[in-house]
């Protein structure tokens, strides 16, 4: 059945038929859950249960549990928040972006990518959500509802209203987008369910597709004008989050520059994700033959160059801060690298600017081992880029004698700890009930993959 | 889609063979109910003489829908109902009011399309779909040719699905 390129690699291997697609992308949600799985769920749903409580006495005691402090009013609730932000972006940069580009090893990797998207993104919303103090009254200070202020209405000059409609339409769009591709393969799940719960639970989930001819070349339609639509979205949503610091006038936030810096360190940061998953995801249910080193070795060019963006960025901001004259500004950037939390921010340039070079060597870029160990390390140094930026512009303001510094309370790591065991609940729960691989897509590239068109 | 009662069921095993079959079954002059397959065969539209589309269009309606209505509300409510100086600039001033009005135009355009598609396909979970053949979102090309609609005898019909390649020809009804 698979046609095979004397010159191009095939992107999927093992010589495979349709009907071996469905069967190693239905196993797993066919078969009874692995030890494996179990282990990592348990693990999962303990880490959500004891962040849990840290949410509890947030919200019963109010914020005032986190280590904020009057200087520090911005610490680790908006770099996670962003964080969570930027991880979410490399889903919607891989199903929309790469669609246009008909760049066809997405089909692999892009239902995980925006099943981590929608995760990642309820986990960011969580933050300014629990920032906000009274939860329950955030409906009425975030829309434009009809209320007894004196019909006051929310303020949509202020950057921090455009995140709340970038954000949730981000997250309704990407969930629609995900849910529209998950259908056809709904829909082969339910026509091989042997029991009747499985075949109602999918059969409803497939809401009646049977692939008609009609509904597919809708349904082409349909997923191509998303990703055209998803695609200046995905730009705009951290764009806004970067207009949270840029609009203001803080020293080491009041930068043009901050958009594309921004987008360009999502990508980098989702992109790391995207394979710290997809690396233990393939090993667990075995499918190595649809993630292929030729896969995981296009993301590690995706992240050099990003990687490198971001690196750029990161020293343009520092010459232009020298380049300014201005003082203040000059502060804040040699306070940032040489103050007190100097070891942040040679995190931060470890992590972001120097590890991803290795993947130049194309031994490092196509070992999985060392894959895995850099991708975390790029998270890691991610988070802190976010921490530089919120923590190091605040800590040291306008007027000495109201200098200070930020230690973050057992609570802090308590909520940060909740948003993990959610992500990793939810990716399992995802990863087991769900096909984790476009079957539909995946079989439309069998044939035409690496043939001459 | 109207449905009939009794069809003939032609499975095919390759997309391009199917595509060969659909080009003769239509010059002997048969109408085809419709095709079903596991994935999205390119230029099939062509083959079977379906339009385009019009869903893009649905979408555009939306988007323009909501980009006005989110201008119209956002000037109304900080520009008339409730002004307030903020910043020392004017009352409507358009710049910061673009970021929502695009966000809005995005959400109206996705959430639209979709369930316009939604309906125009029939697609719901309490949907009770007619299956010809459950091999089709598996790894078969299944055409159902409806019997009631054409008026060529159906041993006619099955010898041109067989002649043109299908693995399989059988009959289904539907109570």
Sequence with gaps: MQVSSPIREPLIHGGKTL???SEDICRQVEAKPSTAWKIGFVISLAALSIGAISVWVLLWDGIGVWGLNKTVGWAWDITNFVWWVGIGHAGTLISAVLLLFRQKWRMSINRA???MTIFAVICALMFPAFHMGRLWLGFYWALPLPNTFGSLWVNFNSPLLWDVFAISTYFTVSLVFWYVGLIPDFATIRDRAKNKISKAVYGGLAMGWIGGAKDWSRYESVSLILAGLATPLVLSVHTIVSMDFA??????????????????GAIFSGFAMVLTLMLVTRKLFKLEDYITIGHIELMNIVIIV?????????ITEFFIAWYSGVP?????FINRATGPYWWAYATMMTANVISPQLFWVKKIRTSIVSTFIISIIVNIGMWFERFVIVVTSIHRDFLPSSWAMFY???????VYLFSFGFFFTCYLLFSKYFPVINI?????????DGEKK | MTFGKNYLVGVFDDPDVILESIKSVRENGIKIHEIFSPHAIHGIDDYLGYKQSRLPIASFLFGITGASLALFTIIWMLGFDWPMIIGGKDFVSLPPFIPVTFEFTVLLAAHGMVLTFFIVSDLKPWAKPKVFDERCTDDKYIMAIDLGENK????????VLSDTGASEVNEKNFK
């Design chain 2, 152 to 159: 060529i005898a159906k041993d006619e019909i099955n010898k």
């Design chain 1, 19 to 21: 009907h071996d697609v």
């Design chain 1, 328 to 332: 203040g500004e000059q502060y804040a």
């Design chain 1, 247 to 264: 609009t203001s006038i803080i020293p080491g936030w009041h930068t043009t520059i901050f958009p594309p810096y921004f987008v360009a």
């Design chain 1, 306 to 314: 990003t990687g490198s963006i971001v690196g750029i960025a990161y």
């Design chain 1, 113 to 115: 990518a925006e099943a």
């Design chain 1, 440 to 448: 539909a897509e995946i079989k439309g590239i069998l044939k035409s």
């Design chain 1, 408 to 414: 973050p309370t057992i609570h802090d790591v308590g």
